[in-house]
């Protein structure tokens, strides 16, 4: 078997798994008496106003931003694309357009919000007087800093207009009917895209304690903005529903149906994995070894399959998301072990801020490394996994799958 090719099917299964034209169909609203509005943001928005359109036979109009390089042409909603992970003007620009789609309908008036992951940067509406450059530099701050999704969204949350159930607040009356595609560990509504039309459960104090955890000093800006009550954000929407329409579980499901065709055992230990992608990476290899060794759930051939969505503490200069952090942490903690391949990679297709959605690990991995003269070792303690993979021909390039359902990682033993 070509062990390469057939972890790239497996990934290939799972992203084909969530794409919005095969989800959105099964969730379409009832047309309302008034005008239909979609907005939306995220990596996938753009795929989702496309399928959105596909299957209504209705007037529709609106306006999604999604990530530059992630836009999808459509007839009657506008398509802006806009920086992420750090925010920008177009974004900014977007998100106060959105805002002033919704505000002054009524209550025959349906707005639909296509969220998915990627939202929080796209949509970015920073509360005045705090400047754009302030929150990119707090963005950028929160990147390198470790902090999971939950935690950076509380904060984000707190110091947007929009965000944090406030473009649902913006829309009243008009009823809210936001459909999400999950990239975050637990599905939370709230924390996908940082949750502009749904009620948000964290709070200022929630916010606060992100920054006192990660030494991270806000600007006085942002400090007054989170120390003031008026700054909460929504508690209920009468006026919001919410549906998921493709979520990590079911990508998973589809890589383990493939895998046991090809006539693997499966082992999943889930969608919702968390932690420092390095740390993550030694969980499997120890697994794997109790597999090897005989103690492991599963005999070989298996396949284990895993989804959620690690961090990373950066403390090096190099380049590299979290998947290819934990394929390189994952070749460091094999070191070649005979009969052992992976795939780790972001189902949006982009790994962090690369160009690549992820990376492949082979027995041979640290072999060819050494003949190339690149320390693996070296290279992780720099956060440097794109530049190791890159090196050795093993980066995972799709460019964007127009969907988002967070990492996916699959590891054969044979």
């Known amino acids: 078997m070509d062990h390469r090719a057939f972890l790239l099917s497996l990934f290939e ?23 239909l509005v979609v907005v939306g943001a995220g990596k996938a928005s753009a795929a989702m106003a496309k399928a959105f359109e596909d299957a209504w036979s209705g007037p529709v109009e609106g306006l999604v931003v999604t990530r530059y390089g992630h836009g999808v042409p459509c007839r009657h909603i506008e398509i802006v694309e806009a920086a992420h992970p750090v925010p920008d003007a177009a974004g900014m620009a977007a998100a106060g357009r959105m805002l002033e789609c919704v505000r002054g309908l009524g209550a025959d008036d349906l707005v639909v919000a296509l969220m998915s992951g990627g939202g929080s940067a796209v949509l970015s509406l920073p509360a005045p007087p705090i400047a754009l450059d302030e929150f990119r530099t707090l963005t950028s701050a929160l990147l390198k800093s470790g902090a999971n999704i939950v935690e950076m969204n509380a904060v984000r949350k707190h110091l947007s207009t929009i965000s944090g159930g406030r473009l649902a607040q913006a829309a009243s009356p008009a009823r809210v009917l936001t459909l999400a595609i999950s990239d975050v560990p637990g599905d939370d509504p709230s924390t996908i895209g940082s949750g502009p039309t749904v ?7 929630d916010a606060r304690a992100v920054f006192a955890k990660y030494g991270i000093v806000p600007s006085p800006a942002i400090a007054a ?45 889930g969608p919702d994995l968390e932690g420092e992608s390095r740390d993550v990476a030694a969980a499997h290899a120890r697994l794997v070894r109790d597999i090897r060794a005989g103690r492991g759930p599963v005999a070989a051939p298996c396949v284990l ?9 950066v403390r090096g200069k190099g380049r590299g998301g979290r998947n290819a952090e934990f394929a390189l942490a994952l070749a460091v903690e094999l070191d070649g072990m005979d009969g052992v391949w992976a795939i780790a990679g972001d ?9 690549n959605a992820g990376a492949v690990v082979t027995p041979d991995t640290p072999v060819r490394a050494r003949k190339a003269g690149i320390d693996a070792k070296e290279r992780l303690a720099d956060n440097d996994g794109y530049g190791f993979f890159s090196a050795l021909g093993d980066l995972v390039v799709t460019g964007p799958t127009h969907t988002n359902v967070n990492d996916f990682r ?3 033993v044979v």
């Open 410 to 412: 699959a590891i054969v």
């Open 13 to 35: 299964a799972a992203v084909a798994a969530a794409q919005p034209a095969l989800r959105i169909c099964d969730f379409l609203p009832t047309a309302p008496r008034g005008r």
């Open 347 to 355: 189902t949006d297709g982009i790994d962090g801020t690369e160009d």
């Open 199 to 205: 009620p948000d459960p964290t709070t200022l104090a």
């Open 305 to 313: 399959l895993s989804g959620g969505e690690t961090t990373v503490t």
């Open 225 to 269: 903005r989170l120390a003031d009550p008026a700054a909460e954000t929504a508690k209920a929407l009468p006026n919001a529903d919410y549906r998921l329409i493709a979520a990590p579980i079911q990508s998973l499901d589809a890589a383990a149906a493939a895998a046991r065709k090809a006539g693997f055992a499966v082992h999943s230990l």
